[in-house]
């Protein structure tokens, strides 16, 4: 097991670079909070929808809630997929990324600040090169921010400032022997080993999850991933923290 | 019963004007053909997925096939609404408009000279603010022309030119008691009578949906009504021609 | 486009002539309101059933409620469909067809002076011979008629008489460049253009349904057909005074 | 356990005696076999569709298929149901019925003589006022039995005569202490135990299927509600060949 | 027609013996009552939930409600099926027995006594060799009455005492010509005729369902059939009674 | 973060050790590989079902295909859930499972070896007590192996041992501060951070999934939490090879 070293890949990045990340805030007009990110081709668009009150299991308990749905639309693809809705079902891959997201999300936010609000995030990919799923967990961070001082300023929140952490998410995988940050859908075919990483702002972990796609892996490849997966998190961190500094534009 | 006079709406419109159209090819990487559709704030994503072959009905007919499939985004509303894949059935108004897409779109192109290929156009709302069907139409024939021309070049077309005219989409409406051209939400919900019309580049009918919501009309609202449509049409056929008549930006 | 002679059609009809049409009031026992519709060889069942109260989002507005349910059963036609119920989910061209006949009912009626009562119109082709669609709606205003006699009977309506105008329709359709009135399967099939025109009692649009089906058309073949159109409307609105002045059969 | 006497119902009738049984043959102008069958109130459509070919499983056996679909309109009974295509999934009742109807109408055919063609029997039932199943049953007998001509005619039998014996059912049922042959749905609901006996034209037993609605039922119980039950399906037995031995109305 | 004699059969077994039958209390820690249920091979798990409270159609009745639902592993028989939850609906068969056990039940219980309280029965088969329904509904009276001791330990009974009657249920049928008691899978299959009874403790009929599976029957074999399985519930009545004697193991 | 310590557990377990481990092969009669595998009160059942040739997608490879599905018994847990083939649909948590256990399951054997075989293991659980998915993969793979073995006696694989390596996989978490192995329900729902560990009997990793429920964790928790797991799987595969290298019971 070798440490990763500056090689070139076939979009020209070195194994510990990130595609070019943007964050478009305010992408839709109606969503209270909206973000169109991009990591490289990938292209997913989220949207935060606030409504008041919270589930009934939930009601009387002075918590709010945070969802999110994660979908693909059928051409984001190489090829077209049939979609779910007219297959009459939700594949196994979409919930396992919706609970994902929302999973992450909620550990940004301090449920009690927000009260009795709850905020579903959509985060649809409008087109996938890799990476979907953790570029929705970063882009759906700042949709989520952006509902919340929405909350705020309406002063609907229970307590001021419920957004305790940022998270942000990458993946990592073994391409050729060498451990690389931020696949794109042809590296992420050709991974032997595959982990998807979230992180909060200041390096801690909130999700890990890696897999042996043919490849088992041993202790010092999981320890060369997830470094590389905490550096990529905090660059991720740093772009977000830009976009929310910005003056959104108004609505 | 008036003639439509030019009037000032809500925002700003003369009653026979159109929102601001525009039409950016190739938004999408992988789809033969793709178009974001806007007609003021309504924003329409239109993908053209080209396959080989027809469905097991039509094989050996010498003919091709399109069909088309629309969706709204959770949120492209006002007010989130359940996803169709969650709820687990296509609601009637999805079903109605992806059928009547499909329709206008096989008035457009010469099915033998398309030879034994399917196009499927995937119409997903972004956001909708009134007349997302006509956006969708109206953008949709442009992904459709692209994808055409990608099956030209391949040489896989069984003849020549298979799209035989072009086809644009229009809504209109009493507002009122005035006719009005391409209706935004606020004064779709508004109107008495609402019709959707569905025209040829050189003005030939090929869908007239009228419905009195609440005010049934009468023959000369109808006439009145039939006219903005086809005045508005013509226009969006000139829109659709310049920007096919634009270099694609390269994929 | 030449105007519509009296050729003689397969069945011996003229180009404006409607099939033979016959309404037989209370065909069933439990429904308030029960017509079996013939138009030609179309057997249509519609069952006007009564309940007190409204859906959720509309109690406390004072107005009922009316919808249409169509359906087919699977001999109806020529070769056995499957059932959509072993489907699983209902059809785009059901949902069509339903959302249609309740929109063209809640024409005919006063909601406000309905009162908080509902009424659901099952409208089950038990044949079909063409026409499915505007022989349901014709016959479906006859049991609604009936259903809301039989609440005035009982006082519970709102207000007296709120029937406000009849609705009926009929299809209309090119067949070998001669425009003609009411389509049986074997024309509707061969149709270039055909549409569905829902009329009131005194000759308003409700619904103006036109559809190229392979030829487009224009202006003076679409008047030709809302004149042949008006005329059927006004013929079957007759037939449904008739029948609704006769006494009806005790149940 | 006494013997069923002749006490007078709500109906008039006597303990042993059907209600009045009307079959009619050919209703429908497409379907290979139909029957409109009517139990007093009770009235039930069931139409017969010849497939040429077999479902796969069976392919290269020589032997036909005969199946039933029971299905109820939402306005056949007192107060309106959903329709099981509306709610997406057919009832357990529904199922089991079909089953039945299925079952019993393959003890009368013999499925080498038919040869590999399927007949489907869809009994609809138009008004139910108890016993429609059985209904359903001596109906559908009928109407396949026409089916099975009609394949005759055309040569198209693997054999000649592929029915073997005629089938008709019936339900009996203890009220107030007395067993009752044929109830309508005003006993059906009072029936502490409930049969339902399917014969063959010569008295044999296809399916028993006796219930206790709340009142355990002992063996003379269950051998008095069999007595009448026999009788009545004899009686059954004879209507149906009456129907079949009348000229059949042209098509 | 002949009478059961002693023959010996594959498993070595008499014609009118029973497989060996085994009943495990408390085979699960969590449920109020549960059984495992052992004919031969044939294993099925009765799992009983109790609920305070009924169904909304049924508050305020006093009134208590049973139900039960039956499914099989996939792996329960010979060869794999698919899961229903896969299949996204359940099939006839397995509503037709669920119904069945639980109208079985129901007989066994004064529902007053239980009081407000639902009671649900899951009855999950393990491994079949036929008589799966016949064994679930023996079992699962164990486990109900169990169920129902846990509600009177928690004096959560309207009155002392709610089971009235113990159920037992068997299957029998006729294989070639002689009639025979619980069958296993391989006998269950050649059976010309089939039956299913369910019996009450004292002899009473609770359900008779028998089927000609190619063989119409004549009384004398319904009579013969039915003392078989007379015999054969009073065996299993003898059965659950032991096992219910015994102290069961502390959870 | 401290080291794991011997403290005592409600169960009166040390923090690193597994509760009481049993594997019961052959527990049905019928499946080619079948094993009960008990992790205290967590009892699955887990049969592999061997079919001849591969999916559609796969046919021609020369490679085997093995998948999995998991699933719960309505009373499995302290409450009951309704059934999913009731309320048609499968969970996102039952999804996810099943990918997981399938994935892992692929990781142990050498498909080519397999040749166009396809294997399906059944996880259904019949009591949880909190590590059903980890219980579901360690027993999986015993009954894999014995369903590989199965194909090897009847000379149905490509290559001699397919099998290349064990799975095995416990769950690990963070409660009251410290790191516990093999968590039971109790701790489970109290547990700050929840990983679940998949390796092979050499101690390489398949699957690695951590979640943060509430409680974000660091690397050295990460660290410890991946020791305690390793060491726990080492511990399950010497388990694993015990229960293979006794005499399978005959079938």
Redo the contacts between chains.
């Keep these: 097991m070798t440490q990763p070293r500056p090689t070139l890949r076939a979009d020209g990045r070195a194994a510990d670079e990130l595609r070019p990340v943007t964050i478009t805030r305010n992408w ?4 209270e909070g ?1 973000v169109l990110v991009e990591f490289g ?1 990938t292209r997913v ?1 989220c ?1 935060a ?1 606030v ?1 008041e009150g919270v589930p009934r299991w939930r009601k009387g308990s002075g918590l709010g809630w945070v969802t999110a ?1 994660y ?1 693909m ?8 997929s049939d ?4 297959r ?9 990324i ?2 994902l997201i929302g ?1 992450s999300l909620r ?1 940004s936010i301090d449920l009690g600040a927000l009260g009795e609000n709850s905020i ?1 995030i ?1 985060c ?1 990919v ?2 996938a ?1 890799g990476g979907t799923r953790t570029a929705a967990i970063t882009g759906a961070y700042v949709a989520l921010a952006d509902a919340v001082s929405w909350l705020g300023e309406r002063k609907k929140l229970a307590k001021p400032n419920p957004m305790v ?1 940022s998270v942000a998410a990458v993946s990592v995988g073994v391409i050729d022997g060498e451990p690389r940050l931020d696949l794109p859908y042809e590296e992420d075919v050709r991974a032997g080993t595959d ?1 998807n990483v979230v992180c ?1 702002g200041d390096g ?9 796609e043919g490849a ?4 010092p490849t ?1 320890d060369a991933l ?1 470094d590389l997966a905490v550096a990529g998190c905090a660059e991720l961190t740093r772009i977000q923290a830009e976009a929310l500094s910005r003056d959104a534009a108004p609505r």
């Design positions: 839709l007009d109606h969503a909206s081709r668009l949207a929808s409504t749905e979908s639309l059928p051409r984001a693809t190489h090829t077209r979609r779910e809705s007219v009459g079902k939700i594949g196994g891959r979409t919930h396992e919706s609970r999973r550990a579903a959509d649809d409008l087109q090169d952490q982990m909060t801690g972990f909130v999700e890990v999850q890696g897999t042996a088992v892996f041993d202790r999981l997830l």
